[in-house]
């Protein structure tokens, strides 16, 4: 999304590394490369904004940051009994000047009966990394990315700085697959051991935010960003050597532009899969004190019709006690309410309510990407169509829904550890 701040730095001086492994690539203090040879100047491109265009778009940009990102909830039945997980896949990019391109990876479970949260994190460095398909006139038609550089703590511990098998993630046209597993080395430092191969289809157009698919940040920059509201998800999930079969839904982020920090606080991320066929994602960038200064959001309806949301139709309030993580001591909401009204400071007619499934879903990601960020399952329950009597204020619509989602909470303040 996800996810109004970007690439702050590159990973590290890239052209003195080799293909694989590096440093945190996200977040970290500016560094200075020397000056790259004199290359000659690739063709201008139109200014921004330009059409986003499906499959050439769903491949890697030439732009300082990009990610491709993937969240959702898969099913099984474990001793004939359901049994739920949410699951969370993430490829980032980043692009500075003459040194090389950099990659990171994040991958996580939440088993949501068992109370478990696990992750894992790679990064890379090189060009490697990208098997996407092109064109005849090198154009992408869809991407393809596999990351097989370990994470740099790892590393240090005594780990192979390249997996046997990369985390990979590929698609086109709303077709994806994921593939990707844990290493003996990374599932003993995860605490368990688990891995997806998730085949993935589009049950919907994809929707392009703020309208066209391009979001201004002032003098931050800009970005293109689509999503992919509502994938089928069926394949297995191996967790601790059993391969159990799945199935659920998925969403899928993709964002890219030539922006680098937006927002000095962090920013909250909301998806939102309801049992109706409903989708609503809302983005909330805070500052240095967790005040809004960018919130805007985009509804799917069952059929496919898509509306954005303006900021002034949206409320968003905390609620349920937080969490606060005996690892990093940052504090993390549990529970949200979104209002989202029809009109300009409107009644709420639509009225949601979400609860995350595991209070520990945090992801201290600074070998990586050098954030430390929650990103967890929820569950959803509220009403929609609301009305009211303009005389008296009683409701008189509305109807009970219940669903899904994902949020994402990221801070910029200092840690304590």
């Given amino acids: 999304m ?75 039945r474990e001793q004939g009994a359901p049994h739920t997980y949410g ?32 992750y894992a994190q790679r990064s890379e460095i090189g060009p490697q990394v990208d098997r996407s398909p092109r064109g005849p006139d090198g154009a992408p038609a869809g991407f393809d990315l596999g990351i097989s550089g370990v994470s740099p703590d790892l590393v240090a511990a005594g780990a192979p700085p390249v997996a046997a098998a990369p985390w990979r993630l590929a698609g086109a046209n709303g077709t994806d697959r994921i593939d990707a597993a844990l290493t003996p080395e990374e599932a003993t430092a995860s605490g368990r051991s688990f891995g997806l191969s998730l085949d993935l ?27 992919r509201t509502r994938l089928s998800a069926t394949g297995t999930l191996t967790v601790d050597g059993r391969e159990l079969p799945v199935d659920g839904i998925a969403w899928f982020d993709h964002q890219w532009g030539d922006f680098v920090s937006v927002g000095s606080g962090g920013w909250n991320w909301f998806a939102i899969n309801l049992d109706d066929g409903t989708d609503i994602t809302v983005s909330q960038v805070l500052d240095e004190h967790a005040v809004p200064i960018l919130v805007y959001g985009t509804r799917v309806a069952p059929d496919g019709t898509i509306t954005h949301i303006r900021d002034d139709q949206l409320g968003i309030s905390s609620g349920e006690s937080p969490w606060t993580s005996p690892r990093t001591d940052r504090t ?41 960020y929650w990103e967890g399952s929820q569950v959803v329950s509220g009403e929609l169509g609301v009305t009211f009597d303009p005389d008296t204020g009683n409701q008189l619509t509305g109807t009970k829904v219940a669903g899904r989602a994902y949020v994402e909470m990221t801070r910029y303040d200092a840690l304590s550890n």
Avoid: M
């Fill in 87 to 118: 699951f969370e896949a993430v490829i980032f990019r980043a692009e500075r000047g003459g040194v090389p391109v950099a990659w990171a990876s994040h991958l996580a479970l939440t088993d949501e009966d068992g109370q478990r949260f696990t």
């Fill in 332 to 372: 993390w909401t549990q529970g949200w309410q979104l209002n989202i009204s029809q009109e300009t400071f409107g009644p709420a007619n639509d009225q949601l309510t979400l609860v995350s499934t595991v209070r520990d879903q945090e992801l201290d990601t600074r070998a990586t990407t050098g954030v430390v």
């Fill in 201 to 227: 289809r589009a049950l919907k157009p994809p929707a392009l935010h703020n309208d066209i698919g391009y979001v201004g940040f002032a003098d931050a920059g800009s970005s293109y960003y689509y999503s």
């Fill in 2 to 76: 996800k996810r109004l701040r970007a690439l702050v730095a590159i990973a590290a001086v890239a052209a003195t590394l080799s293909g694989c492994g590096g440093a945190p690539i996200l977040a970290n203090e500016p560094l200075t490369f020397p000056t790259p040879p004199v290359a000659t100047p690739p063709p201008s491109r139109p200014a921004d904004p330009i059409p986003v265009v499906l499959p050439r778009d769903d491949g890697p940009h030439d732009r300082l940051t990009e990610w491709w990102y993937y969240t959702g909830h898969l099913t099984t």
